[in-house]
């Protein structure tokens, strides 16, 4: 796990590409200001209050794409489904604060993802 990079991973590089092709100006890495938790979003738009989250189908459980380990069957289950319900509880306490919490698959089309990135840019 300790070779799996946390940001720049290729999906999300070809995002940020597509949105700054596109013009808009973006932080990454960015460290959401939840209390009593801390949480990255691999993009964010800070003063509009939108965080982009680029899951990768294995480390988050995909429902086109997920697999389940044999070896250690039971840890791995565990770990996965926990970072399912991080995830979660991360949308949940972005929207209590205010901000629009945007989830892409690593499969999605970096156009696609661009496209409701900027629709949401719009509604604010």
Same mark, same amino acid.
């Given at each position: 796990?300790?070779?799996? *990079? *946390?940001?720049?991973?290729? +999906?999300?590089?070809?995002?940020?590409?597509?949105?700054?092709?596109?013009?808009?100006?973006?932080?990454?890495?960015?460290?959401?200001? &939840?209390?009593?938790?801390? *949480?990255?979003?691999?993009?964010?738009?800070?003063? &509009?209050?939108?965080?982009?989250?680029?899951?990768? #189908?294995?480390?988050?459980? #995909? +429902? /086109?794409?997920?697999? $389940?380990?044999?070896?250690?069957?039971?840890? $791995? *289950?565990?770990? &996965?489904?926990?970072?399912?319900?991080?995830?979660?509880?991360?949308?949940?306490? &972005?929207?209590?604060?205010?901000?629009?919490?945007?989830?892409? $698959?690593?499969?999605?089309?970096? /156009?696609?993802?661009?496209?409701?990135?900027?629709?949401?840019?719009?509604?604010?």
């Amino acid at each position: 796990m300790v070779r799996q *990079r *946390r940001s720049g991973t290729e +999906p999300e590089v070809a995002l940020r590409k597509e949105l700054h092709r596109r013009g808009r100006r973006y932080q990454i890495n960015y460290q959401l200001p &939840l209390t009593g938790v801390r *949480r990255r979003a691999d993009i964010a738009f800070p003063s &509009l209050r939108i965080a982009v989250f680029v899951d990768g #189908c294995y480390w988050h459980a #995909c +429902p /086109v794409h997920a697999t $389940w380990p044999n070896a250690s069957a039971d840890w $791995w *289950r565990a770990k &996965l489904e926990g970072n399912v319900r991080r995830d979660r509880d991360t949308d949940h306490r &972005l929207a209590d604060a205010g901000w629009i919490s945007l989830r892409v $698959w690593e499969h999605d089309s970096p /156009v696609a993802a661009a496209d409701r990135i900027e629709s949401a840019l719009r509604t604010r």
